[in-house]
């Protein structure tokens, strides 16, 4: 699979450039923020993306293998800021909209691979899960002249996703401050409506009011790395 290919790509790009010098090498941490985008295409899953925007500790143990650490939020962009239906049984009308909001944790294993002068190849894989296992689903019940809250939380297993990632990177230096600006492309599974899957209200599945999951989903990224 996809999955196994680049996995194993960044495997050998780490043993060939990285571990043999690791013994020698003086370790370095770095602050990295990153911006980009999540979608997903085909059938109806035009709508199915999100922006997000993440912070990251990392730990190098020399200059081409690190891990890090940080946090991210996603935010459903403008086609699909909110997650909203309805539906009517009997003299009861259902409505609900909800915002896509999540905050996950996040964890990469990051080689940067030089290449020309100061350009090179970065890859990363990365997994996220929600520390907060629960999401809620704002809904109300009208039905003759009444409304009744019908609010309910949802477990959502911690929501765990990976995604690979590839994309240049550029070194640079000032006042005796190190930088690199990255710009990429990934691909790997996340859904943002995975929490809302699963979820009923009184009895009704919301599922056909959430866009059809294809397998994968695309990452488009730029971000800045402070050493």
């Not at 996950?104 to 296992?133: D, I, T």
């Not at 990632?165 to 996340?190: E, H, K, P, T, V």
Request: charged share 15%; aromatic share 16%; with cysteine.
């Amino acid at each position: 699979s996809i999955y196994k290919i680049t996995l194993t790509a960044i495997i050998m790009a780490a043993l060939f450039t990285g571990l043999p010098k690791f013994a020698f090498a003086q370790k370095q941490e770095s602050l990295d923020a990153e911006i980009g985008f999540y979608y997903k295409n085909g059938g109806n899953d035009y709508g199915n993306g999100a922006l997000y925007a993440q912070v990251l500790y990392t730990w190098w143990f020399n200059k081409y293998i690190g891990c890090s650490a940080g946090a991210m939020v996603l935010k459903g962009h403008q086609l699909t800021s909110n997650f909203s239906g309805s539906w009517t049984d009997g003299d009861k009308f259902y409505s609900f909209n909800n915002p896509i909001l999540h905050v996950n944790a996040v964890g990469e294993f990051r080689v940067a691979v030089p290449l020309v002068w100061k350009f090179g190849l970065a890859l990363n894989a990365r997994f996220m899960f929600s520390p907060m296992p629960l999401d809620k689903i704002s809904a109300q019940m009208y039905q003759g002249g009444l409304v009744k809250d019908k609010s309910t939380y949802i477990y959502t297993k911690f929501n765990l996703n990976g995604i690979i990632n590839a994309g240049l990177y550029f070194d640079f230096r000032r006042n005796n401050i190190g930088a690199r600006i990255s710009l990429g492309y990934g691909i790997g599974s996340y859904d943002v409506y995975n929490t809302f899957r699963h979820a009923t209200i009184d009895g009704h599945s919301l599922t056909e009011h959430i866009p059809t999951s294809s397998r994968y989903i695309h990452n488009v990224f730029l971000s800045l790395t402070i050493f």
